[in-house]
Nanobody, 121 residues
């Protein structure tokens, strides 16, 4: 079973920065797209950013020019660099990866448990 483990969340003041990391491991043949999603209190989960194997990225309008997604294919890691954080960015951030597993050979979406990001004075 593919495992995705996020790290880097925490409490930060408005205007501050955080870096989230997500490492995928176990039974991986190939990882295609990777992404970050977030769930704000009382709301549905929403897309934050995605990145392909070829490093083509997309962003939600609300984070464009403030957040940057990147990945290291060699160690199956995706990052989210968050700058100019606002209280409205407070949410649980989860990573997702589209993975083809080694055994059995199947392709599907896998999710991490999530990491809390709180932006407050």
């Amino acid at each position: 079973q593919v495992q995705l483990v996020e790290s880097g969340g925490g409490l930060v003041q408005p205007g501050g920065s955080l870096r989230l990391s997500c490492v995928a491991s176990v039974n991986i043949f190939i990882i295609y797209d990777m992404g970050w999603y977030r769930q704000l209190p009382g709301k549905q989960r929403e897309l934050v950013a995605t990145i392909t194997k070829e490093h083509i990225s997309t962003y939600a309008d609300s984070v464009k020019d403030r957040f940057t997604i990147d990945r290291h294919n060699g160690n199956n890691t995706v990052y989210l660099f968050m700058n100019s954080l606002e209280p409205e960015d407070t949410a649980i951030y989860s990573c997702c990866a589209l993975v083809t597993t080694l055994s059995p050979v199947v392709t599907g979406d896998y999710w991490g448990q999530g990491t809390q990001v709180t932006v407050a004075s």
